[in-house]
């Protein structure tokens, strides 16, 4: 299983990124879609995240700003970003958790990372 993360770039304060994350491989089924992002010396920390139902939810930095969605027919879950501040420069990686043909349970995998730089 791979996931592939793209959509990052410069943008200036204020202004709209759309990320997306395609999930690719033998998949049979996936739970929970995320996103995270981290900055140097920090910790990974969860921006959103979108269950396998409707449920969403979302760390209270980005609330109102950051929207998660997900296309299942397609494997795909993006995170819309607008309103964007400096303090949103991170690289960005999103996380699912997925059960494969050959396996019996969930397994979780993580995509490669995209820069988002926020700055003027």
């Known amino acids: 299983v791979q996931l592939q993360a793209s959509g990052g770039g410069l943008v200036q304060p204020g202004g709209s990124l759309r990320l997306s994350c395609v999930a690719s491989?033998?998949?049979?089924?996936?739970?929970?879609m995320a996103w995270y992002r981290q900055t140097p010396g920090n910790q990974r920390e969860m921006v959103a995240v979108?269950?396998?139902?409707?449920?969403?939810g979302y760390a209270d930095s980005v609330k109102g700003r950051f929207t998660i969605s997900r296309d299942n027919a397609k494997n795909t879950v993006y995170l819309q970003m607008n309103s964007l501040k400096p303090e949103d420069t991170a690289v960005y990686f999103c996380?699912?958790?997925?059960?494969?043909?050959?396996?019996?349970?969930?397994?979780?995998?993580w995509g490669q990372g995209t820069q988002v730089t926020v700055s003027s």
């Open positions: 979108a269950t396998g139902g409707s449920s969403t």
């Open positions: 491989g033998s998949i049979l089924s996936i739970s929970r």
């Open positions: 996380n699912a958790g997925v059960r494969t043909y050959t396996s019996i349970w969930y397994n979780e995998y």
